[in-house]
């Protein structure tokens, strides 16, 4: 099978480059994918002509990268809802040079032909090149059969290529989590033996594939795959966590539904983390900030959490308030995975009640009351400030007990009520003794 199936408008770049006198192939992740049956992410395509010249045949382009050779042409195309403009990044064939420092490339060498390029790749797998007028792929490292058998395996002597490069490490481990491939013998024990090398390597490239490591279905195998490697300590800026922490926390994120949810994050923090470490490990690895909050909160809610202290329900209202209703559903599914047993022999029990009782309408917090501040101001006669506030905390109070009551005429009633007893204070055991 030598057809891979491109977008017209991909097509349309590689056609005008040839027609001036380029050569123009496919690379990267998109042949990688095609070859697998799986949607492509982004089309890159690498060629011979330089920068600025792709910048004079295409009318609109973007110099995204022109140190490095790269500029996104973007390509008109028509939609249903009207014209958009599709990018597709345009890179002229390199190899790097010297890698000092085991970051970036000290500098960046034109290529001559596609083999050149492909050899400074970093997988087999992503180093395979389509001429989609040929139709004819260019696989000088075997990543063709690598990819039939499931195995990632580095362009060349896997330590020196990750010593160029340490990013490298984790992306050798992402790909094989994303793709569920195995990792080649050689380039695993190179893998152990460069870990270290992680640690010179940007907190933001780092956090970057951390993240598109946690988003697949198989993130569990994945954070094995990191501990093993020795990659962890430079990931996860925590006291190194034994095979059993590493196991539980696994089997959690096997359970946890896949993409950027905060439960797998959380899941994380419970078993590899502590209270105190949470913020500066979700800081370590750049995620947004929106994020890290929601995944810390969830993960300090399932440390304090007791199954027996939430026995009733008033018990678990009180405790979904300090939760948030927005993330009840989480913390069930966090608090499940979490579980020793199997979801399965847990039955529908407390993830399911918890999902029950935080429920839109069902009370939880001040905002759920059926009356607000004016109203406790309007029937008992008082001003704003603190005062109003009480009354209201102690109507939710009781409406946590008796949720039934949480209508308008009755939480008026009960405020009349508690108005007149609190006028005519009669201590119970004063009228006893008269
Ligand atoms: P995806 O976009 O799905 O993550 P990709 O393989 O396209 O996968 P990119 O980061 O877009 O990943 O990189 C494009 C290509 O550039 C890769 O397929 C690979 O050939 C090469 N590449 C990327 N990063 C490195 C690196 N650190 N060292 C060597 N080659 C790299
Ligand atoms: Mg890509």
Redesign the pocket.
């Known amino acids: 099978m030598e057809r891979i199936d491109v977008p017209g408008h991909v097509l349309e770049v590689c056609r005008e480059l040839g027609r001036t006198g380029y050569q123009a192939f496919i690379?990267?992740?998109?042949?990688?994918?095609a070859l697998l049956g799986r949607p492509?992410?982004?089309w890159?395509v690498a060629t011979d002509a330089p920068p600025a010249v792709v910048q004079r045949i295409f009318p609109d382009t973007i110099p995204t990268g022109a140190r490095y050779g790269t500029v996104t042409v973007l390509v008109p195309v028509r939609e249903q809802t009207g014209w958009v403009r599709r990018p597709v990044?345009v890179t002229m064939f390199r190899t790097?040079g010297e890698y000092r420092d085991g970051r970036r490339p000290e500098w960046v060498a034109p290529a001559h032909t596609i083999e050149e390029d492909?050899s400074?790749?970093?997988?087999t797998v992503?180093?395979i090149a389509y001429d989609p007028w040929e139709e004819r792929l260019v696989d000088p490292f075997g990543g063709r059969a690598d990819l039939a058998t499931g195995i990632v395996r580095t362009?060349g002597d896997p330590a020196r290529?990750f010593r160029?490069?340490g990013?490298?490490l984790m992306?050798a481990v992402?790909?094989a989590t994303?793709l569920g491939f195995r990792m080649e013998a050689g380039t695993w024990r190179a893998l152990q033996q460069e870990a270290p090398r992680l640690a010179r390597v940007s907190r933001e490239r780092v956090g970057e594939e951390w993240r598109?490591l946690l988003r697949a279905e198989a993130a569990g195998r994945g954070l094995v795959m990191i501990y093993e490697s020795g990659l962890l300590l430079h990931v996860l800026p925590v006291p190194h966590p034994g095979r059993n922490a590493v196991e539980r926390t696994k089997a959690a994120l096997d359970r946890l539904p896949a993409g950027d949810g905060p439960e797998r994050v959380a899941a994380v923090l419970v078993g590899l983390s502590r209270d105190d470490l949470d913020d500066c490990v979700l800081r370590a690895l750049v995620y947004p900030r929106a994020h890290a909050k929601s995944a810390v909160h969830l993960a300090r809610m399932l440390r304090v959490f007791s199954a027996d202290a939430v026995g009733t329900e008033p018990a678990l209202r009180r405790f979904l308030r300090g939760l948030g209703r927005s993330n009840a559903a989480a913390f069930a599914r966090l608090w499940q995975a979490w579980q020793p047993v199997e979801p399965a022999r847990l039955g529908d029990g407390l993830a399911g009640r918890i999902v029950r009782v935080a429920a839109p309408g069902q009370p939880i917090d001040l905002s759920d009351l059926a009356v607000g501040g004016r109203d406790v101001q309007a029937v008992l006669g008082i001003g704003p400030g603190p005062e109003v506030g009480e009354w209201l905390e102690r109507l939710l109070q009781h409406v946590f007990e008796h949720p039934e009551d949480n209508r308008r005429d009755r939480l008026v009633h009960l405020l009349r009520t508690w108005k007149t007893g609190a006028r005519q204070p009669s201590p119970p055991c004063a009228k006893h003794r008269s």
């Open positions: 690379v990267g992740g998109a042949v990688r994918d492509a992410v982004d890159d990044q790097e492909l400074r790749r970093d997988l992503n180093a362009v290529r160029e490069d990013l490298r992306r992402r790909l994303e598109r």
